[in-house]
C-alpha cells in the first residue's frame, strides 16, 4: 500500500502533542546518552566540620526556640536543587541545654548518628528512650513518632540523615505533628520493641519486623570493628561493617544502610563505582576520597557525598592511625528494584566467608606394607 506523506515529522510530532502522545523517536537521543550507564546526579562535595558547628551555635540566637521546627543544617549539593545526593538528605542538627525538639512522625526514614553526644541527650521513638552518647546511632524507621531531648548542660550535635529525595521522587510524604511537645514513654524496659531485637524473644508474641526503634551503642560496634581489623576486607572500601537490622538481619532500613569503614594506616583503596549513592561522615583520621578526579580532603567530623555511578577511592594519609568513616547509602532501594551494579566488578556480599580450621587439612595418606 501506498501512502502518499502530506506532513513532516515535526508536524506530526506537534499534533501528537497536543494530544498528550509523544512517538518513541523523541527518545532516541536520550537513550543513547545512556549508553555506559548513568550519568552522576550531583557532584562530589565536602562540607567542613568548624564552619557547620560555628553555623549551628549561630543557628541557636537566630532560632531561639526549636518547638516544631528542627534547628537542623541541611546539606545541599551544588549539582542538585535539592539533597545531598539525589536519594538522600544530610545534615547536622543542634540543640540547646533543657531543650526538647517537638515530637513529629513521617514516611521518611532517618537515622541520627551522635557527633557530640552525652548522658541526658536521647531520641524518643514510638515511646522508647534511645541514649545518644558519643557515635551511637539511632534509628527512626518511617512513619514512627520521635522528639529529641537534651537534659544536659551543653550544646549536643548529632548527624541527621534521611531518604528524603527517594520518598519525595515517588511522591510518597506523609507528615504529621504530634501536637505535644512529647509523646509519651513506654512504662518500662519490658515494653520496649528493641528488648525483642536480641538473640531471645518472647513465645508468646508474633515478632514485629518493621517500624522498630533501635540503639546500636558505639562502645558495642567499636569494639566490633576493632575485633575484624586483622580481616583483608574490601580492597574497594577496607573493612567496612553494615549496621544489621537486629529483626531480620537484613540492611539497616528497607531504603538506607548504615555502614562503620576502617582504613588501615597508609591505605589506598582501588577505585571503583556503583549506581547506589553514599553520605559520610569522618568518626576519626586524615585522609582523602577521590570522585571522579576530584579530591575531598576530610579530617574528624567533616562530611562529605559520593553521587552515584561516580569512580572513587579512600586514601587514609596518616603511617600511623587508622581512620574511621560513618556512610548511609541507597544500596537497599536499589537492590530491592534489581538497579544496583558495581564496576569493575561485583564486589558487595560476594567473598566467602572465613573456612572451617578443620577443612583445611591435607589429606590422609594411606600406609601400604
Known sequence: MTTQVTKTLAEFDAELAQEHINGQWLYDRLLEQLIGGPRPAGVPYLWRWDHIYARLVEACDVLPESFTARRNLAFVNPGLQRGTTHTITMGMQMLKPG??????????????????????????VDGEVCPMEDYDLVLTPRWTWHDHENETDTHPVWLDVLDLGLVM???AAFYEPYGEERQPKRPGDGEYLQARAGHLRPTWERPKLDHVPHRYPWRE???????LADQPGSPYDGVALEYANPMTGGPTL??????????????VTEPHRHTSSSVYCVVRGEGSTVVGGEELQWGRHDAFCVPNWSMHHFVNRSATDDAVLFSVNDVPALRALGLYFEEPERSLHQQDPPAVPGNLRPPRTTQRS
Request: hydrophobic letters at 50%.
Open 254 to 267: 528497607p531504603t538506607m544502610s548504615c555502614w562503620i569503614q576502617r582504613l588501615r594506616p597508609g591505605q
Open 169 to 171: 521522587s515517588l511522591n
Open 99 to 124: 531543650e526538647i525538639a517537638w515530637a513529629h512522625r513521617h514516611s521518611m526514614a532517618a537515622i541520627r548518628f551522635a557527633l557530640q553526644g552525652g548522658a541526658g541527650l536521647a531520641s524518643v
Open 221 to 227: 560496634v567499636e569494639a566490633e570493628l576493632m575485633r
